[in-house]
């Protein structure tokens, strides 16, 4: 199975500032079709988990532009250019390559 | 718009049966695989299988933890998605979501809860 390792595994920030995710894949993430089936998604609670970002970097219907995914191969990165009150709760990278899909153990975005 | 809603869920005990059902709305259901995942309390995200669509043969994928005990179906002119959960564990506690798949878990239900208990 690939694993899926984020750092940090908690993140406090600050409202209006900068937050950054990294997640890293036991191996990479390149399908056979050439595609990246790495995704991130949000979780608040109370709510079913939300798709923000996925193929590394193309964002999901309505999510807003502070969201930003790049990376490549092994390692990847979720950036929230303006963290907002609203981007609280845990944040999940997932890949969708190979079976079983896996996920990232989340990290916790709170503000500080 | 598309919506999920799962139902089914409930307290049973180890060893028993339980069916969980996903019925779909806002989009043409049998154009897309389904996916089942789950969240065990305390703990993150797992992804439980995945059926492919009629195009597809309707074909399934399912983690090793549930291999075997677990079987997705559907009924696409029903829109629903099911779960057939035997021979439950203790271990199987979560909330159980369906997502319409494409690609990625893309649009989630809000889960339904499962409980394994004697």
């Known amino acids: 199975d690939i694993v899926m390792t984020q750092t940090p595994l908690s993140s406090p920030v600050t409202l209006g500032q900068p937050a950054s995710i990294s997640c890293r894949s036991s191996q990479s993430l390149v399908h056979s079709d050439g595609n990246t089936y790495l995704s991130w998604l949000h979780h608040r609670p109370g709510q079913p988990p939300r798709l923000l970002i996925y193929?590394?970097?193309k964002r999901f219907s309505g999510v807003p532009d502070r969201f930003s995914g790049s990376g490549a191969g092994t390692d990847f990165t979720l950036q929230i250019s303006r963290v907002e009150a609203e981007d609280v709760g845990v944040y999940y990278c997932?890949?969708?390559?190979?079976?079983?899909?896996?996920f990232g153990q989340g990290t916790k975005v709170e503000i500080k | 718009e598309v919506q999920l809603v799962e139902s089914g869920g409930g307290l049973v005990q180890p060893g028993r049966s339980l069916r969980l059902s996903c019925t779909g709305s806002?989009?043409?259901?049998?154009?897309?695989?389904m996916s089942w995942l789950r969240q065990a309390p305390g703990k993150g995200l797992e992804w439980v299988g995945f059926i492919r669509s009629k195009t597809y043969g309707e074909t399934t994928e399912y983690a090793a933890s549930v291999n075997g005990r677990f079987i997705i179906s559907r009924d696409d002119s029903k829109n629903i998605a099911y779960l057939q959960m035997n021979n439950l564990k203790i271990e199987d506690t979560a909330l159980y979501h369906c997502?319409?798949?494409?690609?990625?878990?893309?649009?989630w239900g809000q889960g339904i809860l499962v409980t394994v208990s004697s």
């Open positions: 997932m890949q969708a390559t190979q079976f079983p899909q896996t």
């Open positions: 193929k590394i970097s």
């Open positions: 806002g989009f043409t259901f049998g154009d897309y695989a």
């Open positions: 997502a319409r798949y494409s690609s990625q878990p893309a649009n």
